[in-house]
């Protein structure tokens, strides 16, 4: 079917080319695009083209499933399958657990978006539109060309477009009031009395009329110089018959109605994103991918244990006792430290884990690294006698390194056991969580570094007594088969805040090699751009793709000459030192035998200084050979931009360059003119780079990605990231995952990215914090929100509590320890030595209390206590008249704004009574105020009623803000207002 305005007779279309701006080009314009619809039979995507970012899959199940009337229509609703009655601990097959996470995901992904759509409604996002053209493309889809109705819709399109988030679209057809009343009730879309969503359609009809239809659809692009915008739909839900006579397919036949006589309006309401959802999928369905032994652990946790494996849990648990109670920490960090893989048992590295890091810390540290010593035993069991030898030198040479022999019994043990791939790491809070991801990485990129380093090194002495010539061999193909390979660690993350935080770190200098000192892995971080901080973004993939991009002819022409340059230079650099350690070799060998005669003394001595000699020949010869292998990525990813960039089509895209370095300095100069009038703005060049990237062909930008992630040693993304197009494309596995806030991820979030051959999974996070957020209340129930950290933690697989606190006041640890942690946190010796704060001392004086640190005061008569609870028993929540969904109490609000009041009449008068009771300056009395509360309502309110009642300025001096935007932050006085009790 393809209905357009050129299909009307004359009279009809001629009015209909008066409605609206977009349809002002007139009926060739309308024809011209319902020719380009009907030639084009690609399924449904949900991106922008031109923006650069990937698609929709078409073949998505749960675009087909989602995409329908099944959303709004109830007989729609009635037909689908119930969802299950549980999801268990533990499957006993792949089969039984996608059967029990696919409708989940599904029910889900529905109830985002409507949550989505509910959300724009109250807010008044959308646009009124005409339907221009309907198309119908293969799989029951159609193809939609909807015109903006008004220069105000126009607009609200154009804003529309630049909001990331809105890939999913609701179209609803409004009719007025007498024409609703004429027809028949059977033929509309009725929601279910006294639903939320009648209440809104009850809201809407005084503006808009009557609900007349609707239907769900996924933006494909957008023509906004036309006024329009592409919408693929698939109304038919899949259980009714796809005819125009089926309830869910009747809005097809209410279009070409609309298009014929346009009766109503039709409004377009942005509903959000599926792409998340998409991914989520899609893992669900790659699961066979994972790495089998992973895999049925996932599956069966339970089924893995024996009698070895509950030996190692209670080893475990006890080496986790002992750092806890050992009177001694350092001596307990020690002892923890003794297991790390023999590559970083180096007593340098040893003392930086004992100086930084709590025993429960350095135990997480060394069961996390227990993986990598597993799998270099499962590759000796696996190697021919000849490597077992080599293997067993460097073994014995490590065992005369200072190492303790209890690592290698604590490592043999562990080669008798099941394979056990995950491991779990407890944070509660002020415990130093994001501390022990840091020193897991550090333990991980350091191993294998190591065992790359001195295989390489290895190699290199190998073939120099051989006498092989080394630069021919270290630059041939086969060279890399004499070597372990790099680090390739993937760390993941629910949100871009969790993951930046770790990158930040590790790029400020938190990585010590074996001798103690600094260093900085080879890091990239992958991702949109939402939310990225300045220090991410100088490794951020997307800008350093953009700054070779950004190249002009001539300027890619001198870089390319010059790495060319540099890869000769190093190449004769390799080729003089393998002519020198060839003389050295020879000669050490002679002097090695006159060394064995009797009158040897003077050969050995000399021989001993070749020795050395041939060390530092081998080490330039392992730096030349690294640097090398950067100058052939470096010319590789200039191997991609040369077609682009210096190729036939390099004038078009110097052009596209120009123009955009031209419409980012006017943006700048207004901009700058508007906030810094009369100073030169500044070029942003790193916004130019991303911006090249963005205008970048495709495939151009995918393979440009995949030179950084391919050869990167680390990439840090976030969970949904992680699911992108490029890492399906890469070679190289990342055996090694971490991901942090783990429980704060469903299930399913948190398998992708084990799908790119991981055998070794380190989970950090608390299920007594936040857990996942799920729309759907059903899901909810049925446990879609516990994460597969919980999981795995209920079959038994043993758990790392990290249980020295360092941030909270004793008194103040006392309730979640005992209520959320069995009473396991203990204080650090930094907290109880801490001085108290001013305020502290100031409750305790205003209290009438003594008290030492380690003791919570017994009276609450002031509001400086460390720990007071306020029974606002009066208080109500309450939903706002305009159809709010976030609550709000206003009694416990206002307690809260009185309960600031009187901090700052302590405050001044603190600072009152030491400015009259000293001759020196008087002190400065730092207080950092915080309230938080876990709603949005709430928020509202109390920023409302601080601003009241001490004025705007007030939203500087005190963060009030959501739970969720707030954890792992750190303030003086917190006031929490729960709202809700």
């Known amino acids: 079917m393809l209905v357009d305005g050129s299909q009307l007779p004359t009279g009809q279309r001629a009015q209909r080319q008066r409605r609206g701006p977009a349809a002002a080009a007139g009926a060739g314009l309308v024809a011209a695009a319902a020719t380009r619809l009907a030639a084009a039979a ?45 999801v268990p601990a533990t499957f006993g097959s792949l089969q039984q657990y996608v059967a029990a996470f696919e409708p989940l995901m599904l029910e889900e992904a529905a109830e985002g978006i409507k949550a989505a759509f509910e959300e724009s ?110 919408v693929h739909v698939r109304p038919c839900c899949g259980k009714h018959p796809a005819e125009a006579s089926s309830p869910c397919c009747k809005v097809l036949q209410q279009m070409q109605q609309w298009m014929d006589h346009p009766l109503g309006s039709w409004r377009l309401t942005p509903s959000g994103s599926i792409v998340t959802s998409v991914r989520e999928f899609r893992t669900l369905e790659r699961l066979r991918a994972v790495h ?56 340098a590295f040893r003392s930086y884990l004992t100086e930084h890091f709590d025993g429960p810390q350095i135990h997480a540290i060394t069961c996390a690294a227990a993986h990598l010593v597993q799998q270099q035993q499962q590759q000796q069991r696996g190697s021919t006698p000849e490597q077992q030898d080599e293997l067993d030198e460097d073994q014995q040479m490590h ?83 004499w070597l372990a390979p790099r680090p390739r660690i993937l760390v993941c993350a629910p949100s871009n805040a969790a993951i930046d935080e770790l990158l930040e770190r590790i790029l400020r200098g938190t990585f010590r090699d074996v001798n103690g000192r600094v260093y900085r892995p080879d890091v990239v971080r992958l991702g949109s751009e939402e939310a990225l901080s300045e220090e991410a973004r100088q490794v951020w993939v997307e800008q350093l793709c953009g700054r070779l991009l950004a190249h002009s002819v001539a300027s890619y022409t001198a870089e390319r000459q010059e790495q060319e340059r540099q890869f000769q230079l190093c190449l004769r650099r390799m080729h003089n030192l393998t002519e020198s350690l060839q003389v050295m070799q020879s000669m050490l060998v002679k002097e090695r035998a006159a060394a064995a005669a009797p009158d040897g003394a ?45 190729g036939p089509g390099s004038n078009e895209w110097g052009k596209r360059l120009a123009a955009l370095q031209a419409a980012q300095q006017q943006k700048q100069q207004q901009q700058h003119a508007a906030h810094q009038p009369g100073q030169p703005p500044h070029f942003n060049q790193a916004e130019f780079w991303r911006a090249a990237f963005r205008a970048a062909p495709r495939e151009v930008q995918s393979d440009l990605e995949m030179s950084f992630v391919e050869k990167a040693e680390m990439v840090f993304t976030t969970l949904s990231s992680s699911a992108r197009d490029v890492f399906s494309r890469l070679v190289t596995p990342f055996e090694l995952v971490l991901v942090d806030e783990a429980a704060q991820a469903a299930e399913i979030a948190a398998l992708q990215p084990l799908v790119y051959g991981a055998k070794a999974v380190v989970m950090v996070g608390d299920p007594q914090q936040l857990p996942a957020t799920l729309f759907s ?55 109880l030595q801490r001085p108290r704060p001013w305020f502290d001392a100031a409750a305790a004086a205003a209290a009438g209390v003594t008290t030492s640190p380690a003791a919570a005061p017994s009276s609450s008569s002031s509001v400086l206590l460390p720990y007071v609870v306020y029974d606002v028993s009066r208080g109500r929540e309450r939903f706002a008249a305009r159809g709010g969904k976030s609550p709000e109490n206003e009694l416990e609000a206002r307690m809260a704004v009185a309960l600031y009041g009187e901090v700052r009449r302590v405050r001044a008068a603190a600072l009152a009574a030491a400015a009259a009771s000293v001759a020196r300056e008087p002190p400065q009395l730092r207080l950092d105020v915080g309230v938080i509360t876990p709603y949005r309502g709430q928020r ?35 006031i929490l207002s729960r709202c809700m009790c």
């Open 42 to 86: 690609p399924a449904p995507r949900g991106t922008r083209p031109g923006r650069g970012k990937e698609g929709i899959a078409s073949t998505s199940r749960l675009e087909q499933q989602v995409v329908s009337s099944r959303l709004w229509e109830p007989a729609c609703q009635a037909l689908q399958p119930p969802l299950p009655a549980a």
């Open 121 to 230: 409604e109250r807010a008044g996002r959308g646009a009124d539109v005409e339907v221009q053209i309907v198309s119908s493309l293969s799989s029951e889809w159609h193809n939609m060309r909807l015109a903006a109705a008004t220069p105000e819709a126009l607009a609200a399109l154009r804003q529309l477009q630049q909001d990331r988030d809105c890939s999913v679209v609701v179209l609803s057809l409004y009719i007025p009031a007498d024409a609703a009343a004429a027809a028949d009730e059977e033929q509309r879309a009725t929601p279910p009395p006294g639903s939320r969503q009648q209440q809104q359609q009850q809201q809407q009809q005084q503006q808009r009329g009557v609900l007349a239809a609707r239907v769900t659809g996924l933006v494909r692009w957008w023509e906004l110089e036309q006024g329009a915008v592409y």
């Open 292 to 347: 089998p032994p992973l895999l049925d652990f996932i599956l069966n946790p339970s089924k893995q244990k024996s009698d070895d494996n509950s030996t190692r849990a209670s080893r475990s648990s006890a080496s986790t006792e002992a750092a806890q109670q050992q009177p001694d920490p350092a001596a307990a960090a020690a002892a923890a430290a003794k297991e790390l893989p023999s590559e970083v048992g180096s007593s």
């Open 399 to 481: 065992d005369q390194q200072e190492v303790d022999p209890t690592a290698a019994a604590a490592a043999a043990a562990a080669a008798g056991q099941p394979y056990v791939p995950f491991t779990l790491i407890q944070g509660p809070p002020g415990t130093g969580k994001t501390h022990t991801v840091l020193g897991v990485l550090n333990a991980w990129h350091l191993t294998q570094f190591q065992r790359f380093f001195l295989s390489l090194d290895a190699a290199v002495r190998e073939l120099a007594e051989r006498g092989a010539k080394l630069d021919a061999e270290m630059t041939s193909d086969g060279f890399s088969g």
């Open 602 to 646: 003077d050969a050995a001595a000399a021989a001993a200084t070749h020795e050395q000699q041939v060390l530092g020949l081998v080490a330039q010869l392992v730096n030349e050979f690294e640097q090398l292998q950067k100058i052939k990525q470096a010319l590789a990813r200039l191997a991609v931009l040369e077609h682009l960039v210096a």
């Open 777 to 831: 209340q059903a899901a909810k129930q049925l446990a879609l929100e516990r994460s597969l950290f919980e999981r795995l933690a209920e079959a038994g697989c043993p758990v790392n509590v990290l249980t020295v606190q360092y941030r909270m006041h004793p008194a103040i640890r006392t309730f979640p320890s005992a209520y959320f942690y069995h009473s396991q946190l203990i204080d650090a010796p930094s907290v």
């Open 940 to 974: 509202t309110l109390l920023r409302r009623l601080f601003e009241q009642r001490f004025g705007k300025a007030v939203l500087q001096e005190v963060k009030i803000e959501t739970v969720d935007s707030f954890q792992g932050k750190q303030l003086d006085i917190v």
